[in-house]
């Protein structure tokens, strides 16, 4: 049986309220609360806001991160969710977004990442 290390979904979200994409205090607001809201473990945060518009940013979660490029002129953005482990669905982030950005439509791809048809570990070695 293959096991997969993580899932990562790459999020398009369509017709969303420009005036959320481009409040960095909003979208980072946003951001951590669909990380809890899917059972994460908030890290760290990083945002920033673009001139004249757009805003990136990045939630540091203990199994992975979520990341995020807005484009408020096309109401458009671009997300990234990637949990490893299987206690947190990434989905339920991707979810949460696209409902508090008021968005008409989501578009995803899931990932697996680091497919093994066996678990092994490697020893790291310390020299």
């Known amino acids: 049986m293959m096991k997969a ?10 017709e969303c309220d420009p005036s959320i994409l481009n409040d960095k205090e909003e979208i980072k607001k946003i951001m951590i609360d ?10 760290e945060v990083a945002f920033h806001k673009f001139s004249p518009q ?7 979660i203990s199994e992975s991160h979520l ?27 991707c ?9 008409k439509r989501m578009t995803a791809t899931e990932v697996k990442r680091g497919i093994f048809e066996e678990m ?5 070695s310390n020299n």
């Not at 990341?67 to 989905?91: L, Q, R």
């Not at 979810?95 to 968005?103: H, I, L, S, V």
């Not at 092994?120 to 790291?124: H, N, P, R, W, Y």
Request: aromatic fraction near 14%.
């Open 95 to 103: 979810n949460y977004m696209t409902e508090k950005f008021n968005a």
């Open 120 to 124: 092994q570990s490697v020893k790291i």
């Open 34 to 43: 669909s990380a809890l809201y899917a059972g994460a473990e908030v890290r």
């Open 54 to 60: 757009g805003v990136s940013g990045v939630v540091v």
């Open 5 to 14: 290390l993580g899932r990562h979904i790459l999020a398009e979200i369509y």
């Open 67 to 93: 990341t995020i490029h807005t484009w408020p002129e096309f109401g458009y953005a671009a997300v990234d969710v990637f949990t490893c482990g299987d206690k947190i669905n990434p989905w339920d982030a």
